[in-house]
């Protein structure tokens, strides 16, 4: 038996009617282009697709070979072309004009993962990891699920995935979800499967899906919370309020029902049958057909609450963005950093089968509680190599030399003079054979009368030196320079950008550079970023006007990027999806904008 190989699907919307006219079309023009890039067919026909959906599966070598290939075909302007004429033939297309498609992963093998080793917190000394590389097929994962079966459900902004232990394969628009962006999921007791996306609730029954929106009676399309009550009632926490739908109906419940907030986030059920509201607003509890603030006075009211769990003792804890604090039935116990909790926003609580409580935070990793004290876990979960220790049998490159300390300079000349170094923390001597490379715009002569530079280091470095000129004495690299930054940085957002401006490449021409490749650099993907077309303009450039810069004129380029973001989705609304959404404004795809969101930290307030 050969080995599974991943499988891609490339679906087309395209009205049920002319599919049969649609499939002629795909196998004249688009299965030679398709061939033209090695992306072949699989014998396997896949399961079948929502009304309207034309679609084809393809198998691959790797999983991450999908995302190379769909690349491959965006930036194909034959492919764009044809796409740009069946959308005149066909319809349902995206506000360009072209036939909307996608070509995802579809399934993917995923093997048993990796163990990994960590430090004595945890109580296994164990790790076990599972990433892209072993088969996951998304790393952006917003919910997890296990149902009656076993089976681990991942939800992702890429749709959902069912992982059986061998493989994931995924569930998405292509299937009938109501959209991709998948928040909250839950099994009820008729082994149904309830998905809280951005743009809806989804239902799958067997093999059927049924979806619900705004237009249906949902209280808004963003669905950030599920709950099966003891009755069978299934209550949804929107971002417009709280919905019940108890078979034929949905009924909302807002603010005016005394709810404390109609951004819902977190829903529980304790064991007396009351229904607790976690919203932005602070923590609601149903009292009859309303609901009442808080469980008391000194209830959480005043902070968004993200998270709900009643552990066995019967405590309901809370978790918000200050902290957790748990409440007794008389009253709440809070705790904050001031306690050890790492700071950040309660995102997740669990109740271990010993009874230990685990609190998932935004930015400080994993804590677990122990009745008296914090024990935390953060991303370093194993011993990462060093940038020496990375260079063996290679080159370390060492930029700005001349900002070393006289401590790291003595480090430096032990690893040159005797090719030996010492892991950070570590006692035992290493040795590395690697080529050593160093860089500094100082003048390191010049530091050595002073006492901040070493004069043994700098006789050993001086062995063979290069003197660069600054980029103002080499001007006819400056517009090839600008096209490479441009290029690696429109890759990076996924971006299209064909050229500069003639205009561009003369005020280019003309600037000092006084921060030289750098400061070059920094302009050009600034430029990339808030160029709202293919084509770089002068204006989309930030040099001074005088020839001179100063160091408030550069930004770092996350910095850069994280501004313009937040700037659009302020313009939108924070509306991310759809032709007047942040991603289409932006150039880019709605996944990648929400990676970079993610990236660079970036949430509503």
């Known amino acids: 038996m050969g080995?599974?190989?991943?499988?891609?699907?490339?679906?087309?919307?395209?009205?049920?009617?002319?599919?049969?006219?649609?499939?002629?079309?795909?196998?004249?023009?688009?299965v030679p282009l398709l061939r033209k890039h090695d992306i072949e067919e699989a014998a396997e026909p896949g399961r079948a697709?929502?009304?309207?959906?034309?679609?084809?599966?393809?198998?691959?070598?790797?999983?991450?070979?999908?995302?190379?290939?769909?690349?491959?075909?965006?930036?194909?302007?034959?492919?764009?072309?044809?796409?740009?004429?069946?959308?005149?033939?066909f319809g349902n297309a995206e506000p360009d004009g072209r036939l909307r498609y996608s070509f995802d992963l579809y399934r993917a093998p995923a093997g048993p993962g990796r163990t990994v080793e960590v430090g004595p917190g945890y109580r296994q000394g164990l790790w076990q990891r599972f990433e892209f590389q072993d088969g996951l097929p998304v790393s952006a994962l917003l919910h997890l699920r296990q149902d009656q079966q076993g089976d681990?459900?991942?939800?992702?902004?890429?749709?959902?995935?069912?992982?059986?232990?061998?493989?994931?394969?995924?569930?998405?628009?292509?299937?009938?979800?109501?959209?991709?962006?998948?928040?909250c999921q839950l099994e009820d007791r008729q082994g149904r499967l309830w998905v809280g996306t951005e743009g809806g609730l989804s239902c799958l029954d067997g093999s059927q899906w049924t979806s619900y929106t705004t237009a249906d009676g949902l209280g808004d399309n963003r669905v950030c919370a599920l709950l099966e009550d003891q009755q069978g009632r299934l209550w949804i926490g929107t971002r417009g309020g709280l919905s019940c739908f108890d078979g034929p109906r949905l009924v909302n419940r807002t603010t005016a029902d005394g709810l404390m907030d109609n951004r819902v986030e977190a829903l529980l059920e304790d064991r007396q049958g009351r229904l607790w509201v976690g919203t932005e607003g602070g923590l609601s509890c149903r009292a009859g057909e309303g609901f009442v603030a808080g469980a008391g006075a000194d209830g959480p009211m005043a902070t968004g609450v993200h998270s709900l769990l009643e552990d066995r003792q019967g405590r309901l804890w809370v978790g918000t963005s200050e902290g957790v604090c748990w409440w007794d039935g008389k009253g709440f116990t809070a705790l904050t950093a001031a306690e050890g909790l790492a700071r950040g926003q309660v995102l997740s609580m669990l109740e271990d089968r010993e009874g230990h409580l685990w609190f998932a935070t935004y930015g400080g990793g994993v804590n677990r509680y122990e009745g008296s004290r914090f024990v935390t876990f953060t991303g370093a979960v194993a011993r990462k190599l060093g940038k020496v220790e990375l260079a063996e049998g290679g080159t370390l490159f060492l930029d700005e030399i001349g900002d070393l300390s006289l401590e790291a300079q003595a480090k430096l000349l032990q690893l040159l003079e005797e090719k030996t170094y010492t892991r950070v923390g570590g006692t035992q001597t290493r040795s590395v054979d690697a080529r050593v490379i160093a860089a500094t715009n100082r003048d390191l002569w010049g530091m050595v009368p002073a006492g901040t530079f070493r004069p043994d280091?700098?006789?050993?470095?001086?062995?063979?030196?290069?003197?660069?000129?600054?980029?103002?004495q080499r001007r006819e690299d400056i517009a090839e320079l600008a096209t490479y930054f441009a290029a690696r940085m429109a890759a990076h957002l996924d971006k299209k950008i064909e050229r500069f401006a003639p205009e561009t490449l003369d005020l280019l021409q003309a600037y000092g550079w006084?921060?030289?490749?750098?400061?070059?650099?920094?302009?050009?993907?600034?430029?990339?970023v808030v160029c709202p077309g293919e084509v770089i303009r002068r204006e989309d450039l930030a040099l001074g006007t005088t020839g001179q810069s100063s160091t408030e004129e550069i930004l770092p380029l996350e910095e850069v990027e994280r501004r313009h973001i937040q700037e659009v989705l302020e313009k939108t609304g924070w509306v991310i999806k759809g032709p007047k959404g942040a991603a289409a404004l932006l150039g880019v795809p709605?996944?990648?904008?929400?990676?970079?969101?993610?990236?660079l930290g970036i949430a509503r307030r």
């Open 3 to 30: 080995r599974m190989r991943a499988l891609a699907r490339l679906s087309f919307w395209v009205p049920a009617q002319k599919l049969v006219d649609f499939e002629e079309d795909y196998e004249k023009l688009l």
């Open 514 to 528: 006084p921060g030289n490749v750098r400061e070059l650099e920094h302009a050009v993907q600034r430029a990339v």
């Open 49 to 89: 697709t929502a009304e309207g959906v034309f679609s084809r599966l393809f198998e691959m070598e790797q999983p991450d070979a999908v995302e190379v290939k769909a690349r491959v075909l965006r930036r194909d302007p034959v492919w764009q072309a044809m796409r740009q004429e069946l959308g005149r033939v």
């Open 590 to 599: 709605a996944s990648t904008l929400r990676d970079h969101m993610e990236k």
């Open 152 to 183: 681990l459900w991942l939800a992702s902004w890429e749709g959902i995935w069912r992982y059986d232990g061998e493989q994931a394969t995924a569930l998405t628009s292509a299937d009938g979800l109501v959209d991709d962006g998948v928040i």
């Open 457 to 472: 280091l700098y006789f050993r470095l001086h062995e063979f030196q290069v003197e660069l000129p600054p980029l103002r």
